[in-house]
């Protein structure tokens, strides 16, 4: 089915933005693991330093513990899907994708989206969702949950755009010693 709606054109199942832009998914390689590791443990550091008030040091190594902890066997770790975002004009790697599939609760929580720095702001993000909501439902899931940083616009900007809406809001509030 094609069909054209505020200048973008969609085709199904795979989405487009241009005649020649398209995004598809592939699983991670463990070759690719490190480098998505590189990324992700700074980039989830400064997000809880930031939203926690932790020090740097304190913020990477608590960083670097969850990650070892959700994701012990790397690509290979049950119950999680490690993606790399391709963007099918120029086969470029273009950003990762991290989800948890709940079968039973017929829904997947989103615990990582990024689209590399210098292909952002040419709404590959929305691309990359729209296809990700078009793959989940074709495989029955009903439903796409995630948490994002108050502090980061740009990511609620892409994810209030397709579709997101805010269901909550994480509170903390940090003790002093006694």
């Not at 480098?35 to 997000?47: H, R, S």
């Not at 997947?108 to 078009?134: C, R, T, V, Y």
Request: net charge neutral.
């Amino acid at each position: 089915m094609n069909r054209r709606r505020g200048g973008i054109r969609t085709v199904h199942p795979t989405l487009q933005i241009s005649e020649r832009t398209m995004i598809s998914f592939r699983p991670m390689l463990e070759s690719e693991y490190a480098g998505y590791l590189a990324y992700f443990v700074p980039d989830y550091a400064a997000e809880i330093a930031a939203n926690y008030g932790l020090p740097d040091a304190d913020a990477l190594a608590q960083a670097t513990s969850e990650i070892a902890e959700d994701l012990p066997q790397g690509v290979d770790t049950p119950g999680n899907v490690l993606l790399c975002l391709i963007e099918s004009a120029n086969a470029a790697h273009v950003g990762y994708l991290w989800y948890r599939p709940d079968a039973r609760g017929r829904s997947a929580f989103i615990s990582d989206f990024h689209i590399l720095p210098e292909h952002q702001g040419k709404g590959l993000g929305k691309l990359a969702m729209a296809a990700l909501e078009i793959e989940l439902s074709a495989k029955g899931f009903e439903q796409v949950k995630l948490r994002v940083a108050e502090n980061n616009r740009r990511a609620r900007h892409v994810y209030e755009a397709t579709g997101f809406r805010v269901t909550g809001t994480n509170m903390s509030k940090t003790l002093k010693p006694r």
